[in-house]
């Protein structure tokens, strides 16, 4: 069942494996996206659906050093280089788009601002990826420091990210993307709103489970019908505390957040399962909650393997499987999965920046007729 076709709105997966996003700091100058780029997601063209690094919808939206962007005409014309690679290995990818919200830094911001959130809440001990010496990412001298400061959005304010949101996704429709993921998960501005520890407003966007939903429901609203529902997923993370999120009932929220997402009737929901060590478990009465509520796409990402992906799909509470890491050493993935032949390992030295090396220049297996040569 992993390895057969699957229909996605209108576009017909040739798999149900998925490279879900992953940042890999490699933008040139500009925020703009490389040939080096447009390789890396060529090789990895196999997957049923291709799931772009996060990138952020405006400067305000980055967080990290050398992350892409895709709200000037540089930055799309960028991006169309990654999607004519990835169409002419007749792939489908879909971009992600971020606003970090909190989770950046005062030397990543325009004119060194303050950060952006619902709330004025710092996370303590949560690092950002910045270059403070502007050595870019050809050199891969980054360095993890500690967020700044937020300060808290006003209502004007949060109705001009909405817009960005939803003009972002007619940027990547422009770039040659097949759809969009907002990154509604891992401790970023959406998920900010949504969590009842990092929202504090007293407005209609805080307080009561509704109005700490609402953000969530007028971006998603906004970009679905800037370029149509069937083009839209949301990524969440339900039981995450990266970055600090943290809600105090997050069954009842996210279960009440897929309903949003129901009614909206987007293409799927990307939920990532807290995958480090002793990390809360997903219990499968929840994932039974969520195929309940939403009645689109369903896709996990979590340190799955062949096994239990397939398990997973048998089940029926999920329709696609994303594979992260080993996406970054396995440009031929799903072929490996598929022939159970042995996975490369990553360099992670490499993940952050950089040139080729960890990047472009990992082994793909020949194969002819299915015969490994």
């Known amino acids: 069942m992993l390895f057969t076709d699957y229909k996605l709105g209108g576009l017909t997966l040739k798999n149900r494996i998925v490279m879900p996003p992953m940042t890999r700091s490699r933008a040139a100058k500009g925020e703009v996206a490389t040939a080096l780029m447009a390789e890396y997601y060529r090789q990895r063209t196999s997957a049923g659906l291709i799931i772009s690094e996060g990138t952020q919808i405006s400067r305000q939206g980055q967080g990290y050093a ?10 799309i014309a960028g991006w169309k280089q990654v999607t004519a690679a990835v169409h002419e290995n007749d792939g489908i990818i879909f971009a992600q788009l971020w606003h970090v919200g909190r989770v950046s830094h005062t030397s990543i911001q325009e004119n ?25 990412a050809e050199n891969g001298a980054g360095e993890m420091i500690q967020h700044s400061m937020p300060r808290e959005l006003t209502k004007a304010e949060i109705k001009a990210i909405i817009n960005d949101f939803a003009q972002a996704a007619k940027n990547g429709i422009a770039a040659g993307f097949d759809g969009v993921e907002l990154h509604g998960a891992n401790g970023y501005l959406i998920e900010q709103f949504i969590d009842s520890q990092t929202n504090h407003r007293t407005d209609e966007y805080g307080g009561s489970l509704e109005n700490r939903l609402r953000f969530l429901k007028e971006v998603v609203t906004a970009v679905a019908a800037a370029i149509g529902k069937d083009k839209v997923g949301v990524r969440q993370a339900p039981l995450t505390t990266l970055m ?24 799927y929901i990307h939920i990532a399962e807290a995958d480090w060590d002793n990390a809360p478990v997903m219990s499968l009465d929840f994932k039974t909650a969520y195929r309940s509520a939403f009645s689109g796409t369903l896709i996990y990402s979590g340190k799955y393997t062949a096994g239990r992906a397939m398990e997973a799909l048998d089940k029926g509470w999920a329709d696609l499987i994303g594979f992260g890491r080993p996406f970054i050493a396995n440009p031929d993935l799903p072929y490996r999965l598929q022939h159970h032949l042995p996975l490369n390992e990553p360099d992670k030295t490499t993940f952050f920046g950089g040139n080729a090396k960890g ?15």
């Not at 060194?112 to 870019?136: C, E, H, N, Q, R």
């Not at 600090?244 to 293409?267: C, F, N, R, S």
């Not at 990047?359 to 040569?373: C, L, N, R």
């Open 359 to 373: 990047y472009t220049d990992y082994s793909i297996i020949k194969h002819t007729a299915d015969v490994v040569i």
């Open 112 to 136: 060194g601002a303050a950060p952006v959130a619902p709330s004025a809440i710092l996370a303590t001990g949560v690092k950002v990826f910045a270059d403070p010496a502007g050595k870019g």
């Open 66 to 75: 050398w992350t892409p962007g895709i709200y000037s005409q540089e930055q």
């Open 244 to 267: 600090g999120a943290m809600d105090d009932h997050p069954e009842e929220t996210y279960i009440a957040a897929a309903k949003v997402l129901e009614e909206i009737g987007i293409a």
